[in-house]
T-cell receptor, first 114, second 112 residues
Framework: DAGVTQSPTHLIKTRGQQVTLRCSPKSGHDTVSWYQQALGQGPQFIFQYYEEEERQRGNFPDRFSGHQFPNYSSELNVNALLLGDSALYLC?????????????FGDGTRLSIL | QKEVEQDPGPLSVPEGAIVSLNCTYSNSAFQYFMWYRQYSRKGPELLMYTYSSGNKEDGRFTAQVDKSSKYISLFIRDSQPSDSATYLCAMSDFNQGGKLIFGQGTELSVKP
């Protein structure tokens, strides 16, 4: 039973560039959430996708956008990268968007901005 | 003030010790409480998931939730070096769907 998979594992970009991160949810899950984890901090919620729509959004600027595909996989796009965007980006999946369902995380994409 | 407060540690204990990890929170609407374990360069792994107040036990792990005090705990019995990791508490509000609010994480080191 495959868990949550994310790609790429590591990524190095320069300021002003754009990046796309990818996530495949755990088998049987239809909801994907994205989190940003800065070094030494807990993950911060970016947004959640369910039924190919953004259902909830955290306190992140419009430079952060996403998409969910019919097979439930998801992408996170970040435009006009800033040095402060350097972090571990985590994808979590769950069954339905209900808060009663536990979320399972992938190992993340480590993004470094030079 | 952060919605969820967690002492970042680091916490160092000898093998076999009982470990107590704690979080406090300010939002009384939180109903679902989780503990995740995160090894270096890995994603968070779900350890315990509880709803509302009470205790839940799973092997060497016990989670406690005291909603009246807005305080949750994770106890690890007979701690092992393999328990060395960062432990994250997380919680969510029914009305906010799947948005998890995390503590900062506590770094635990279990010495052989």
């Amino acid at each position: 039973d495959a868990g949550v998979t994310q790609s790429p594992t590591h990524l190095i970009k320069t300021r002003g560039q754009q990046v796309t991160l990818r996530c495949s949810p755990k088998s049987g899950h239809d909801t994907v959430s994205w989190y940003q984890q800065a070094l030494g901090q807990g993950p911060q919620f970016i947004f959640q996708y369910y039924e190919e729509e953004e259902r909830q959004r955290g306190n992140f600027p419009d430079r952060f956008s996403g998409h969910q595909f019919p097979n439930y996989s998801s992408e996170l796009n970040v435009n006009a990268l800033l040095l402060g965007d350097s972090a571990l980006y985590l994808c979590a999946s769950s069954f339905t968007a209900a808060s009663s369902q536990p979320q399972h995380f992938g190992d993340g994409t480590r993004l470094s901005i030079l | 003030q952060k919605e969820v407060e967690q002492d970042p540690g680091p916490l160092s204990v000898p093998e076999g010790a009982i470990v107590s990890l704690n979080c406090t929170y300010s939002n009384s609407a939180f109903q679902y409480f989780m503990w995740y374990r995160q090894y270096s360069r890995k994603g968070p792994e779900l350890l315990m998931y509880t709803y509302s107040s009470g205790n839940k036990e799973d092997g060497r792990f016990t989670a406690q939730v005291d909603k009246s005090s807005k305080y949750i705990s994770l106890f690890i019995r007979d701690s092992q070096p393999s328990d060395s990791a960062t432990y994250l508490c997380a919680m969510s509000d029914f009305n906010q769907g799947g948005k998890l609010i995390f503590g900062q994480g506590t770094e635990l080191s279990v010495k052989p």
